[in-house]
């Protein structure tokens, strides 16, 4: 355990809590909650919870913080797929939802110094490189979009990050939760990402320890082939965060493969981004195969949401035909809750995979001008 902190949300996820509507019933009233924090309780995630009518920046908020905060308070560790993903993708949303929670940053820096104390054989072990790299992207993301300039506490995580980098380039990551914990590559582009976000840490560098560092990653993601198309999307994603690293012509070429995934109700799937077997060591192929609709996947939160802003983000229009159609189908498919429903992909349990498909799809929005500002006047509602 990492430690409680101050038991207390900020001033504008109080403003977010104003709106909330009560606790969503799940179908099982037997089932726990997803998160439960206070008096916010976040029922458990089902395919079945019913639709908004309307979106609801300010329930999709309460869903970000109410799960950010449980996990680093109860959960008393930093998680890809819970405050990981909260502090990669909440920042940007500044202008929309206000800033993030200061607690769950805090939780990120105490984090960062406990890691850091770690013996080596430790820092290198199972997921430990990946989440080191996801401190520092969190970290290097508030300061991007929140301090707006580098801190010293993200200038500390990223040097420990590039310490625990593999000789090939790339950070250690486990095969057993995917998509988050399946593959180094997975953990190499969370990593460039952290370092090119970060205001003025590439630039201003001059340690050469970390400019080879730096080459060595840069060579791996362009010399390391995929392990499927949801690690191209990814690369497409750091590519829009480090110029030369991939040609023009290799952009386009990624963001044609993206478009081919998009299904005629004009979202998504993760499950046609890579093959059953193709996750980590395939682990999940027995489950993903008996799924009842494996010929023919339906369209998720997660895979919609990554995919618009990771489109937006490459260059392509707002306007666009295909991204518009996209923008309709998250408006349609925001549940009660506040959150947008994907399966996971690991067990028909927690369906922890509905966070970061909640903050791609409002980051997503937000991206194509779709998600309106949460202000005082919309959280009095």
Same mark, same amino acid.
């Given at each position: 355990?990492?430690?409680?902190?101050?038991?207390?949300?900020?001033?504008?996820?109080?403003?977010?809590?104003?709106?909330?509507?009560?606790?969503?019933?799940?179908?099982? +009233?037997?089932?726990?909650?997803? #998160?439960?924090?206070?008096?916010? !309780?976040?029922?458990? *995630?089902?395919? +079945?919870?019913?639709?908004?009518?309307?979106?609801?920046?300010?329930?999709?908020?309460?869903?970000?913080?109410?799960?950010?905060? #449980?996990?680093?308070?109860?959960?008393? /560790?930093?998680?890809?797929?819970?405050?990981?993903?909260?502090?990669?993708?909440?920042?940007?949303?500044?202008?929309?939802?206000?800033?993030?929670?200061?607690? $769950?940053?805090?939780?990120?820096?105490?984090?960062?110094?406990?890691?850091?104390?770690?013996?080596?054989?430790?820092?290198?072990?199972?997921?430990?490189?990946?989440?080191? *790299?996801?401190?520092?992207?969190?970290?290097?993301?508030?300061?991007?979009?929140?301090?707006?300039?580098?801190?010293?506490?993200? +200038?500390?995580?990223?040097?420990?990050?590039?310490?625990?980098?593999?000789?090939?380039?790339?950070?250690?990551?486990?095969?057993?939760?995917?998509?988050?914990?399946? !593959?180094?590559?997975?953990?190499?582009?969370? *990593?460039?990402?952290? %370092?090119?976000?970060?205001?003025?840490?590439?630039?201003?560098?001059?340690?050469?320890?970390?400019?080879? !560092?730096?080459?060595?990653?840069?060579? #791996?993601?362009?010399?390391?082939?995929?392990?499927?198309?949801?690690?191209?999307?990814?690369?497409?994603?750091?590519?829009?965060?480090?110029?030369?690293?991939?040609?023009?012509?290799?952009?386009?070429?990624? $963001?044609?493969?993206?478009?081919?995934?998009?299904?005629?109700?004009?979202?998504?799937?993760?499950? =046609?981004?890579?093959?059953?077997?193709?996750?980590?060591?395939?682990?999940?192929?027995?489950?993903?195969?008996?799924?009842?609709?494996?010929?023919?996947? @339906? !369209?998720?939160?997660?895979?919609?949401?990554?995919? $618009?802003?990771?489109?937006?983000?490459?260059? $392509?229009?707002?306007?666009?035909?295909?991204?518009?159609?996209?923008?309709?189908?998250?408006?349609?498919?925001?549940? @009660?809750?506040?959150?947008?429903?994907?399966?996971?992909?690991? =067990? +028909?349990?927690?369906? #922890?995979?509905?966070?970061? %498909?909640?903050?791609?799809?409002?980051?997503?929005? *937000?991206? /194509?001008?779709?998600?309106?500002?949460?202000?005082?006047?919309?959280?009095?509602?």
């Amino acid at each position: 355990m990492l430690g409680k902190l101050v038991p207390s949300f900020v001033v504008v996820p109080l403003l977010i809590l104003a709106v909330w509507a009560g606790p969503v019933l799940a179908d099982d +009233d037997e089932a726990d909650p997803q #998160y439960e924090l206070g008096d916010v !309780s976040i029922p458990a *995630a089902t395919a +079945d919870e019913a639709f908004r009518a309307d979106v609801s920046a300010a329930h999709g908020a309460t869903y970000l913080e109410t799960g950010a905060l #449980y996990w680093s308070r109860e959960k008393g /560790c930093v998680s890809c797929h819970t405050n990981g993903s909260y502090m990669r993708i909440r920042p940007a949303l500044t202008p929309h939802l206000g800033p993030p929670s200061e607690e $769950v940053r805090t939780f990120f820096i105490s984090a960062m110094g406990k890691l850091k104390k770690m013996e080596r054989e430790k820092q290198l072990a199972g997921i430990r490189p990946t989440q080191i *790299a996801y401190v520092a992207a969190g970290l290097a993301e508030w300061d991007a979009h929140v301090g707006g300039q580098l801190s010293p506490e993200t +200038d500390e995580a990223l040097k420990l990050m590039f310490s625990v980098q593999s000789d090939n380039g790339e950070w250690g990551n486990t095969d057993c939760w995917p998509p988050f914990e399946s !593959s180094a590559y997975h953990g190499t582009t969370v *990593a460039a990402m952290a %370092a090119a976000t970060a205001p003025g840490w590439l630039t201003s560098q001059d340690d050469p320890k970390i400019l080879e !560092s730096v080459e060595r990653m840069k060579k #791996y993601l362009r010399t390391q082939e995929p392990p499927h198309d949801y690690g191209r999307l990814l690369l497409l994603w750091t590519s829009t965060r480090i110029d030369d690293l991939l040609s023009e012509k290799q952009r386009q070429d990624l $963001v044609e493969s993206v478009w081919k995934h998009q299904r005629a109700d004009g979202g998504w799937s993760i499950r =046609t981004f890579a093959a059953p077997d193709a996750w980590g060591s395939g682990k999940r192929a027995e489950k993903l195969k008996q799924e009842a609709d494996f010929e023919n996947p @339906a !369209s998720d939160g997660h895979q919609t949401g990554l995919a $618009v802003l990771v489109l937006r983000d490459a260059g $392509v229009p707002a306007k666009d035909n295909r991204l518009q159609k996209a923008v309709k189908w998250l408006l349609a498919n925001q549940k @009660a809750s506040g959150r947008w429903w994907t399966r996971s992909l690991n =067990t +028909d349990g927690p369906h #922890y995979i509905t966070f970061s %498909a909640t903050g791609y799809s409002l980051l997503a929005l *937000a991206k /194509c001008d779709a998600l309106p500002k949460l202000t005082q006047k919309t959280a009095a509602k």
